[in-house]
């Protein structure tokens, strides 16, 4: 069993950067695939970025493709969203999860773990 905790939301205006970071606890997290996720109010939860185990691998939403930077840490339990050229609509509520397959990482119905979200508001 896994438990994260995100940290690194904030308030920033439209072009600024954010760094998300998410903490997780156990000794086998580089057992475990890791996502993020995002909410925006009234909308559903939706996939932003992935990475494989040992971060090899990683796969984006169109969305933020070439704004978005998905990195783990395997020595220190954590990964990380690097978040440029942010814009009004990247607003939400941000959520890092985990499972242990790599099959299927872009649903949200097939993660095991989640943790309990930072909000990023983007101005205008």
């Known amino acids: 069993q896994v438990q994260l905790v995100e940290s690194g939301g904030g308030l920033v205006q439209a072009g600024g950067s954010l760094r998300l970071s998410c903490a997780a606890s156990?000794?086998?997290?580089?057992?475990?695939?890791m996502g993020w996720f995002r909410q925006a109010p009234g909308k559903e939860r939706e996939f932003v970025a992935a990475?494989?185990?040992?971060?090899?691998?990683?796969y984006y939403a169109d969305s933020v493709k070439g704004r978005f930077t998905i990195s783990r840490d395997n020595a220190k339990n954590m990964v990380f969203l690097q978040m440029n050229s942010l814009k009004p609509e990247d607003t939400a509520v941000y959520y890092c999860?985990?499972?242990?397959?790599?099959?299927?990482?872009?649903?949200?119905?097939?993660?095991?773990?989640w943790g309990q979200g930072t909000q990023v508001t983007v101005s205008s």
């Open positions: 999860a985990a499972k242990t397959s790599w099959r299927d990482y872009g649903r949200m119905g097939k993660y095991d773990y």
């Open positions: 156990g000794r086998t997290f580089s057992s475990y695939v």
């Open positions: 990475i494989s185990w040992i971060g090899d691998s990683t």
